[in-house]
Antibody, heavy 121, light 107 residues
Framework: QVQLQESGPGLVKPSQTLSLTCTVS??????????WSWIRQPAGKGLEWIGR???????DYTPSLKSRVTVSIDTSKNQFSLKLSSVTAADTAVYYC?????????????WGQGTLVTVSS | DIQMTQSPSSLSASVGDRVTITCRAS??????LNWYQQKPGKAPKVLIY???SLQSGVPSRFSGSGSGTDFTLTIGGLQPEDFATYYC?????????FGQGTKLEIK
C-alpha cells in the first residue's frame, strides 16, 4: 500500500520560502508511470494544483505560481519536494502531496494527509 | 486554464436518497473528468476517473456519466458516510483544475 507523508515547517514568514517534502513509502518513487504532484487548499476553500514532477525530472507548474515554484525529486530518498518563494498570507493553506496515475486519464490516486502551512510574521 | 463549475454548491439530502451533482467544463474535455470525495480534515479520495470508471474499492452506488462539457456524479442510496464535499477535476489539459466543490449535508 503506497503512502505519502508531507513534512516541513508549519509557519513561514512573509517574503520567505516555503519548503515541504513528501516521503513516499510502500513503493519506489521511480517505478511506474507516475506523476508526483503538490496541491493546496486554503481553509474552507477548494483545491488548487501547484505542480508536478515525473521520475525523469521533468516538471509542470500552474501558470499563476510558475515564477515562484520549484518541485524536485530525490529518488535515492524516495522523496519529492516543493519550494514556494516570496510567500504572502495568500499562500496559507493545507498542502497535499499526491501521486498522479495515467489510467485512461490522469488522476490522483494516493494523497498525503496534508500539512497546514501558515504564512505570518 | 479550463474552468470547472459544479452545481449545486451545497445540497441537503436524507439517507437512502439518490442525488446527482453536476460539473460543467468551460470547453470540451472529452471524458477526462474525475470525481473526488473529501471529508473534513482529510485528503480527497478518488471515486470516479475518466468520467465513468469506478475506482477500485469504491462502492457501486457511486456512478459517473457525461462527455464533452457536461458531467454528473450520482450517488444511489445515500449512506451516512457519504455526507462530504465532492469535487470534479479535469485532466484534459495542464494545469489540472478542480470544481469549487459541492457540500452534501444531511437533511
Amino acid at each position: 500500500q503506497v503512502q505519502l507523508q508531507e513534512s516541513g515547517p508549519g509557519l513561514v514568514k512573509p517574503s520567505q520560502t516555503l519548503s515541504l517534502t513528501c516521503t513516499v513509502s510502500g513503493g519506489s518513487i521511480s517505478s511506474g508511470s507516475y506523476y508526483w504532484s503538490w496541491i493546496r487548499q486554503p481553509a474552507g476553500k477548494g483545491l488548487e494544483w501547484i505542480g508536478r514532477i515525473y521520475t525523469s525530472g521533468s516538471t509542470d507548474y500552474t501558470p499563476s505560481l510558475k515564477s515562484r515554484v520549484t518541485v524536485s525529486i530525490d529518488t535515492s530518498k524516495n522523496q519529492f519536494s516543493l519550494k514556494l518563494s516570496s510567500v504572502t498570507a495568500a499562500d496559507t493553506a493545507v498542502y497535499y502531496c499526491a501521486r498522479g496515475i495515467l489510467l485512461t486519464t490522469f488522476y490522483f490516486d494516493y494523497w498525503g494527509q496534508g500539512t497546514l502551512v501558515t504564512v505570518s510574521s | 486554464d479550463i474552468q470547472m463549475t459544479q452545481s449545486p454548491s451545497s445540497l441537503s439530502a436524507s439517507v437512502g436518497d439518490r442525488v446527482t451533482i453536476t460539473c460543467r467544463a468551460s470547453q470540451s474535455i472529452i471524458s477526462y473528468l474525475n470525481w473526488y470525495q473529501q471529508k473534513p480534515g482529510k485528503a480527497p479520495k478518488v471515486l470516479i476517473y475518466a468520467a465513468s470508471s469506478l475506482q477500485s474499492g469504491v462502492p457501486s452506488r457511486f456512478s459517473g456519466s457525461g462527455s464533452g462539457t457536461d458531467f454528473t456524479l450520482t450517488i444511489g442510496g445515500l449512506q451516512p458516510e457519504d455526507f462530504a464535499t465532492y469535487y470534479c477535476q479535469q485532466s484534459y489539459s495542464t494545469p489540472p483544475t478542480f470544481g469549487q466543490g459541492t457540500k452534501l449535508e444531511i437533511k
